[in-house]
């Protein structure tokens, strides 16, 4: 087997190809032109070839020296193209975040406008999707999940268990007074389905057995798959709509939305919060994540009624979750 040359040899070598002498490599090496003179002599004989003509002082590739060089050049365009990514990918100021679509828009979005207040200079980038992404081959530092899909990462924490409460835009309450659950069971509701991978979601009938009711008669006047279409719905004066908690604190906070009978239902699984290890060593990447982590404590407050979202506008009734 030939006997392959150093690393230092090849690199040397590639450096006085490239900038045309042994004492502009040494300067770009940071070594003496002895060492670099050195090294091309340890190559040489490695290969058994000459790779440069000496003439006085300058040296120029012999066809051998120029058919090695063609190779080695693309090898170490490759390496310094490699540290380029890597460096960018370490200290760009931007965040990718990935999260479930009615999540990014009600809950996260927000969030996010809170934090760039006090980060102007960070960049983030908002994707909502309900495929969970392969982190560092999507380019994603954050993912939002809920449910089981976390445990796909290998670096995850718990953010909160939501609550389901029923709402209704300040308008429809008006025209539909609410006295007791079954003003709201005989009313015109608005379901959201949820997808099947996960586990079902309190549904009306839920609701209903936790207040003592029978189930509606009748299923939904309107059915979504997005969270947030059934909310702007119920906010549009479509009807009641059983949403969580943390998609309608602003609803609620600016009066878009009012809560008329307080009776929260715990969502069956949490959300968690997964993360590319590298996004931990750029700027502003382990900031981000403390961010979100102190905000989804607030939000279990929020979602179990250690703090109350709003007050209920009329039929009050002790504030349990189921």
């Known amino acids: 087997m030939a006997l392959i040359p150093t690393m230092r040899a090849v690199q040397a070598f590639e450096a006085v190809a490239r900038c045309g002498s042994v004492t502009a490599a040494a300067e770009e090496l940071c070594v003496s032109p002895g060492a670099i003179s050195q090294q091309i002599h340890n190559i040489e004989e490695a290969l058994s070839a000459s790779l440069f003509e000496r003439r ?74 309900d495929e969970e992404a392969a982190l560092q081959n999507d380019h994603i530092d954050f993912r939002i999940s809920y449910g089981a899909d976390a445990r796909k990462y290998d670096h995850f924490a718990e953010l909160y268990v939501d609550a389901v409460v029923p709402v209704c835009s300040p308008a429809f309450l008006a025209r ?25 979601a309190p549904s009306w009938a839920d609701w209903a057995q936790s207040v003592g009711e029978p189930p509606p008669k009748a299923a939904g006047e309107m059915t979504f798959s997005l969270s947030a279409a059934g909310i702007d719905t119920a906010i549009a004066g479509g009807g009641f709509a059983l949403a969580q908690i943390s998609m309608i604190v602003d609803d609620l906070a600016d009066g878009r939305l009012v809560i008329p009978i307080d009776r929260r239902l715990s969502m069956p699984e949490s959300y968690f919060l997964a993360w590319d290890r590298a996004a931990l060593d750029r700027p502003f990447g382990p900031d981000f994540r403390t961010f979100l982590l102190n905000a989804a404590r607030r939000q279990a407050g ?19 979750v189921g």
Request: no cysteine.
């Open 176 to 200: 539909n007074p609410v006295e007791s659950p079954a003003d709201i069971l005989n009313g015109p509701l608005i379901d959201i389905e949820w997808d099947i991978r996960h586990a079902t």
């Open 302 to 320: 929020l979602s179990m009624g250690r703090e109350q979202a709003s007050a209920p506008v009329r039929f009050k009734k002790a504030m349990k």
């Open 56 to 129: 006085g002082r300058s040296l120029s590739l012999t066809s051998w020296g120029r058919m090695y060089y063609e190779r080695v050049r693309v090898a170490f365009d490759q390496l310094r193209l490699a540290q380029d990514t890597l460096q960018l990918a370490r200290t760009k100021p931007g965040i990718v975040i990935s999260a479930l679509p009615s999540l990014a828009m009600r809950w996260l979005r927000p969030l996010i406008q809170e934090w760039r207040a006090s980060h102007p200079n960070a960049t983030i980038r908002l994707i909502g999707t």
